[in-house]
């Protein structure tokens, strides 16, 4: 079977094609022919991004081929696609790459970035602008009083390029295109990719957390256009990823249901994970941020008085004993997996060398704040979450996990910084109906203060504490959240 496939001229593009096109090989024993081509937007380099009259502005070109059947199928990055109804149809996607965003710094910046309390990101995108104004200032390790923008066009490549030799300090693009290109095969694309390394060499970067910064829809996807009605179009679905394919739906149903296109301020997610759909949407509303985090569920959770939550604004009674430990051995690890803060040892500045990711959001904030650079997060969402960092870190990384000493068990290397015991007491726990744990080890010292306690409700993120708590207590009565702040939004009156 001969197909004819078509995408757009840049690397990035042709790169995406023929990796659709080695797996429809592969699956449907086909012969693809590669056409590839300007769109009225590769040509227009002058018009305005931002403008809600483009949109299209990169596809229409191509969709106009498929109808005339010029071609049999267009490959896309699908979040350029217009959310408009028409005669095409989407009837494919491979496995979703990273939807998130990725900042990248000047590392010949960084003195001036903390001298100015400014830093200024090269970007055309409303919605990252909006976002990055919202929320950069508590992720980056440095005062910034101000955050600026300079619009940006061109490819990978270039934008790199353009932000080396300019004034600006910074550049934020998505992550997928980036991964995409840096694993490249086949001489047609090493030396851009070996281009993009040295670029990269000369920048410190952070993956933005979906939490806070919710891609544009479709972000990170492929989209397989056919003529809807055609030969090939059930063929093709039949050897979709269907699971990706539904949440891209959802994340497009969502930008259409809103009235949002690909330049509007808003993102949206839908993650499908074992526990079930995530859900990130962030947008603005007449101005302001309006923001919107959860766990789809089928029954949403009945809201209770204060009184009858655990933890709620009581704090929770713990002793701390701090482990003195070498901080060589830390430095022997080229990654750092931070719990907590306090597992973070006193005097120990990680290594530029090092990779610094954390399991929530508030531990990143508060490593920002001691001027710490962290490069991510597993957002709450468990340890296994995967960090996707093996493009950008050329490789595996040798990863210690900084935790309490009873800390849950894992394939990194745990370095116990810290020995916690909760004093619980059972008059503080008795007559409260519903509970979160920050651990295995934090609800079985409770349990053992006050046995009644498990005839209540309880709740703890994903990951190692969901994992410790399954045998403990009965399904019906456990439940995952995206985190104690969520939890609490769910749960209160």
């Known amino acids: 079977m001969r197909l004819k496939m078509a995408s757009r001229k840049s690397d990035l593009a042709r790169l995406q094609l023929q990796t659709v096109g080695k797996y429809l090989e592969q699956q449907l024993n086909a012969q693809p022919e590669f056409i590839y081509s300007e769109s009225f937007g590769d040509k227009n380099l002058d018009i305005d991004l931002k403008g809600a009259e483009n949109k299209g502005l990169f596809t229409k070109d191509f969709y106009e081929a498929i109808v005339n059947q010029d071609v049999d199928m267009v490959v896309h990055s699908w979040k350029d696609?217009?959310?408009?109804?028409?005669?095409?149809?989407?009837?494919?996607?491979?496995?979703?790459?990273?939807a998130r965003d990725l900042l990248l710094v000047k590392k010949s910046s960084l003195e001036k970035i903390i001298l100015s309390k400014t830093i200024e990101i090269l970007t055309s995108s409303p919605r990252r602008e909006f976002f990055l104004s919202k929320h950069l200032k508590k992720l980056y390790p440095a005062q910034l009083d101000d955050v600026k923008f300079a619009p940006i066009r061109g490819n990978i490549p270039t934008r790199l390029k353009?932000?080396?030799?300019?004034?600006?300090?910074?550049?934020v693009m998505a992550k997928a295109a980036l991964d995409r290109m840096l694993s490249a095969e086949g001489e047609e694309f090493e030396s851009v990719k070996n281009e993009i390394k040295q670029d990269l060499a000369m920048c410190e970067w952070m993956v933005l957390p979906l939490k806070l910064f919710p891609s544009a829809a479709a972000q990170g996807a492929l989209a397989v256009e056919v003529l809807k009605g055609s030969s090939i179009e059930q063929k093709l679905k039949n050897i979709n990823c269907k699971t990706d394919f539904a949440m891209v739906k959802l994340e497009r149903a969502k930008l259409?249901?809103?009235?949002?296109?690909?330049?509007?301020?808003?993102?949206?997610?839908?993650?499908?994970?074992s526990f079930?759909?995530?859900?990130?949407?962030s947008h603005e509303v007449d101005g302001?941020?309006?923001?919107?985090?959860k766990i789809l569920r089928d029954k949403e959770f009945e809201k209770v008085d204060e009184q009858f939550v655990w933890p709620g604004n009581q704090s929770v009674p713990a002793t701390r004993e701090t482990i003195t430990i070498n901080l060589n051995e830390i430095k022997k690890f080229n990654g750092l997996y931070v719990t907590k803060l306090s597992a973070m040892p006193d005097g120990f500045t990680p290594e530029k060398s090092q990779v610094v990711w954390t399991s929530g959001l508030i531990t990143w904030q508060k490593?920002?704040?001691?001027?710490?650079?962290?490069?991510?997060?597993?957002?709450?969402?468990?340890?296994?979450?995967?960090?996707?960092?093996?493009?950008?870190?050329g490789g595996p990384l040798k990863w210690a996990k900084l935790s309490h000493i009873n800390g849950a068990k894992t394939e990194k290397t745990i370095i116990g910084t810290y020995r916690v015991h909760w004093n619980f007491k059972k008059e503080d726990l008795l007559g409260c109906k519903h509970f979160y744990w920050m651990s295995g080890e934090m609800f079985k010292q409770a349990l053992e203060a006050c046995p009644e306690i498990i005839e209540a409700s309880h709740y703890c993120g994903p990951g190692h504490t969901y994992e410790a708590l399954k045998p403990l207590i009965d399904k019906s009565?456990?439940?995952?959240?995206?985190g104690y702040e969520d939890w609490k939004k769910e749960i209160i009156k």
């Open 81 to 98: 696609l217009p959310i408009e109804d028409n005669k095409t149809s989407i009837a494919m996607t491979l496995p979703r790459h990273d």
């Open 162 to 171: 353009k932000l080396l030799q300019s004034d600006s300090d910074a550049l």
């Open 256 to 273: 259409k249901e809103l009235g949002g296109g690909c330049h509007s301020r808003l993102g949206v997610n839908y993650l499908s994970r």
């Open 276 to 281: 079930g759909t995530i859900f990130y949407l």
């Open 288 to 293: 302001e941020l309006h923001k919107v985090t």
């Open 367 to 393: 490593l920002a704040k001691k001027g710490i650079w962290v490069h991510g997060s597993s957002e709450s969402l468990g340890e296994t979450e995967p960090m996707r960092l093996d493009e950008l870190t």
């Open 477 to 482: 009565k456990l439940f995952v959240c995206l």
